[in-house]
């Protein structure tokens, strides 16, 4: 079974600058997650899908972030502009559903840098 | 609010000898699961153990157990006979059984394994 894929795995951009974020979870998966984790901290969540409709966005900037998921498959988190301090690694999760019995997989990450 | 901490940023340990990683959380909740996540260099975040917080057994996997202490909102991870691969941030986290499905992590604390 392949697993959660995201690209690109590296970006640096400077501040002002757009960029955009892709994620691919794993096939029957209905439930997708971003988070965002910053150097020595834990994962943060910003979004989480189920299908294609957003379930919680609280913690997602939202004068700065969207993402989407228009077939409720792969996915895309953009940062329109960019901020020094959204410098970060961008983690995509996927799940067969929201029920906490069922296991997150996790992607390789983005590591994103912003200067 | 749910919270989780993890006191030891770092913790090493000689190959082939064991180590216990601490974690503890604040909760009013009753029914909830509990994790324990490891984050390899490579950054793909991967479940190493979960625990039902109703099962009073402890969870194990393999060299994998936790010590679940629900009085005292515990749960901490032993590793047994250390590996070079084990070498890892780890990360515990909480989540609702109810309608909050987020996790909620701790920061991490960075497993060192001595040759």
């Known amino acids: 079974e392949a697993g959660v894929a995201q690209s690109p795995r590296y970006k640096i951009i400077e501040k002002r600058q757009s960029v955009a974020f892709w994620c691919n979870p794993i096939?029957?998966?209905?439930?997708l997650y971003w988070y965002q984790q910053i150097l020595g901290q834990g994962p943060k969540l910003l979004i989480q899908?189920?299908?294609?409709?957003?379930?919680?966005d609280s913690q997602l900037p939202k004068d700065r972030f969207s993402a989407e998921r228009l077939k409720g498959v792969d996915s895309t988190l953009k940062i329109q502009p960019a901020k020094l301090e959204d410098s970060a690694v961008y983690l995509c999760?996927?799940?067969?559903?929201?029920?906490?019995?069922?296991?997150?997989?996790f992607g390789p990450g983005t590591r994103l840098t912003v200067t | 609010a749910q919270t989780v901490t993890q006191s030891q940023p770092e913790m090493s340990v000689q190959e082939a000898e064991t180590v216990t990683l601490s974690c503890t959380y604040d909760?009013?909740?009753?029914?909830?699961?509990l994790f324990w996540y490891k984050q390899p260099p490579s950054r793909q975040m991967i479940l190493v153990i979960r625990?039902?917080?109703?099962k009073q057994q402890n969870a194990t996997e393999n060299r994998f157990s936790v010590n679940f202490q629900k009085a005292a909102k515990s749960f901490s991870l032993k590793i047994s006979d250390s590996q070079l691969g084990d070498a890892a941030m780890y990360f515990c986290?909480?989540?609702?059984?109810?309608?909050?499905?987020?996790?909620?992590w701790g920061a991490g604390t960075k497993l060192i394994i001595k040759p």
């Open positions: 999760a996927s799940s067969i559903n929201r029920d906490p019995t069922y296991e997150q997989y």
């Open positions: 096939s029957g998966h209905a439930t």
């Open positions: 899908f189920q299908n294609n409709g957003v379930v919680d």
């Open positions: 909760t009013s909740e009753s029914d909830y699961y």
């Open positions: 625990q039902e917080a109703y």
């Open positions: 986290a909480y989540r609702s059984a109810d309608s909050n499905y987020q996790l909620i």
